[in-house]
């Protein structure tokens, strides 16, 4: 199994995700023909996956915070 992609988390990842550990939608850079080939993938435990979630969906509820050039989780 794999170590989850947290900085700092040693935990083993039971979660696989598109956001990344800022989370942001990351471009795999390649062309892709489908959502699932367009964003890199990351490994998380249940714990950090949970954290991040929460981070996402406060900052897209925020009004303030959309002024960067990244796509927006709920934009797919």
């Known amino acids: 199994m794999s ?8 935990e083993s990842a ?8 800022e989370g942001f939608l990351i471009s795999s850079g390649n062309k892709a023909y489908s959502f699932r080939e367009a964003y890199k993938r990351f490994n ?8 991040l979630m929460k981070e996402v969906w406060s900052r897209v509820r925020d009004h303030d915070y959309k002024g960067d050039d990244h ?4 934009a797919i």
């Open 44 to 51: 998380y435990c249940e714990k950090c996956h949970s954290r």
């Open 14 to 21: 039971s979660r696989v995700s598109r956001l990344s550990p």
């Open 3 to 10: 170590k989850c992609d947290m900085e700092k988390c040693e």
């Open 71 to 74: 796509v927006a989780p709920t």
